[in-house]
T-cell receptor, first 115, second 108 residues
Framework: EAGVTQSPRYAVLQEGQAVSFWCDPI?????LYWYQQPRDQGPQLLVY????????NSQLPSDRFSAVRPKGTNSTLKIQSAKQGDTATYLC?????????????FGEGTRLSVL | GQQVQQSPASLVLQEGENAELQCNFS?????MQWFYQRPEGSLVSLFY???GTKQSGRLTSTTVIKERRSSLHISSSQITDSGTYLC??????????FGSGTRLLVSP
């Protein structure tokens, strides 16, 4: 079974540029998460979806970040006008919580450097 | 304050030594998971352990709910164990919160 797939693996931008990250979750997983992990920190939740609905986007910087999952499968995270402080690894995860819960499975991440 | 705190922040071992990594949480949880993060960034799930003790090879995870803590024990460490170890809790509504990690370096 294929795991969570993310692309690109790496991105390097100048400040002010835009970038999009793409995530293909595990087939059948209804919950999808995007995390931001700055260097030497743990992953921090940005947004998560159940099917196509946003459940929690309270940590998503709404002025420059946006995330969609229009058909409840693949998802795109976009950063408009990137800043140096956005330099981090962006991780996507998916889960199909059943009885007792099932922890999310992660993709390999996208490493973003904003110069 | 932080819901999940890990200690130590970093650890250096000689090959063959044992390590005990701690994860303390300040809220009730419905899931607990330990991850290993490779140097290039990918996350590998080590244990899904919301309570009790689980062992896999040289790794043992113990979660004590009423004390709001979980530990990861690494026995006979190897150089390839080097990396970052993260704990994460599920707080309900499928939200998962991570600690800041323990960076482990095992030297020959």
């Amino acid at each position: 079974e294929a795991g969570v797939t993310q692309s690109p693996r790496y991105a390097v931008l100048q400040e002010g540029q835009a970038v999009s990250f793409w995530c293909d979750p595990i087939s059948g997983h209804d919950t999808l998460y995007w995390y931001q992990q700055p260097r030497d920190q743990g992953p921090q939740l940005l947004v998560y979806f159940r099917d196509e609905a946003v459940i929690d986007n309270s940590q998503l910087p709404s002025d420059r970040f946006s995330a969609v999952r229009p058909k409840g499968t693949n998802s795109t995270l976009k950063i408009q006008s990137a800043k140096q402080g956005d330099t981090a690894t962006y991780l996507c995860a998916s889960s199909q919580p059943g009885q007792g819960g099932e922890a999310p499975l992660f993709g390999e991440g996208t490493r973003l450097s904003v110069l | 304050g932080q819901q999940v705190q890990q200690s130590p922040a970093s650890l250096v071992l000689q090959e063959g030594e044992n390590a005990e990594l701690q994860c303390n949480f300040s809220t009730s949880l419905n899931s607990m998971q330990w991850f290993y993060q490779r140097p290039e960034g990918s996350l590998v799930s080590l244990f899904y352990n919301p309570s009790g003790t689980k062992q896999s090879g040289r790794l043992t995870s113990t979660t004590v709910i009423k004390e709001r803590r979980s530990s990861l024990h690494i026995s006979s460490s190897q150089i390839t164990d080097s990396g970052t170890y993260l704990c994460a809790i599920g707080t309900g509504g499928y939200k998962v919160v991570f600690g800041s990690g323990t960076r482990l370096l095992v030297s020959p």
